[in-house]
């Protein structure tokens, strides 16, 4: 069994920054790539960003240059840096993490707010 731990999310004024972290416990093969997902009111979740295994990253066009994605292979962790957060970036971030085995987990989310 295998859970998911996200923390960093909360208020922030637009221009400001914010780290998101999710920390992978539990037995399981090797994990595969570590991703953020997001999704704000009426809307579709999203992909933000992922990473997989060897560092390949991939990001949204709308986070491209602001997001930063990083994981931790020791501690099975995934970070999301946030910088010059905008209004439209308000959402519940969840964190996904994908298995070699092929099994495919989703935290339970974390709220974003960016507002003046």
């Known amino acids: 069994q295998v859970q998911l731990v996200e923390s960093g999310g909360g208020l922030v004024q637009p221009g400001g920054s914010l780290r998101l972290s999710c920390l992978a416990s539990g037995s399981d093969l090797s994990i595969n790539v570590m991703g953020w997902y997001r999704q704000a009111p009426g809307k579709e979740r999203e992909l933000v960003a992922d990473?997989?295994?060897?560092?390949?990253?991939n990001y949204a066009d709308s986070v491209k240059g602001r997001f930063t994605i990083s994981r931790d292979y020791a501690k099975k962790t995934v970070y999301l840096q946030m910088n010059s957060l905008k209004p439209e970036d308000t959402a519940v971030y969840y964190c996904?993490?994908?298995?070699?085995?092929?099994?495919?987990?989703w935290g339970k989310g974390t709220l974003v707010t960016v507002s003046s």
């Open positions: 990473i997989a295994w060897g560092g390949l990253t």
């Open positions: 996904n993490v994908r298995y070699f085995s092929g099994n495919d987990y």
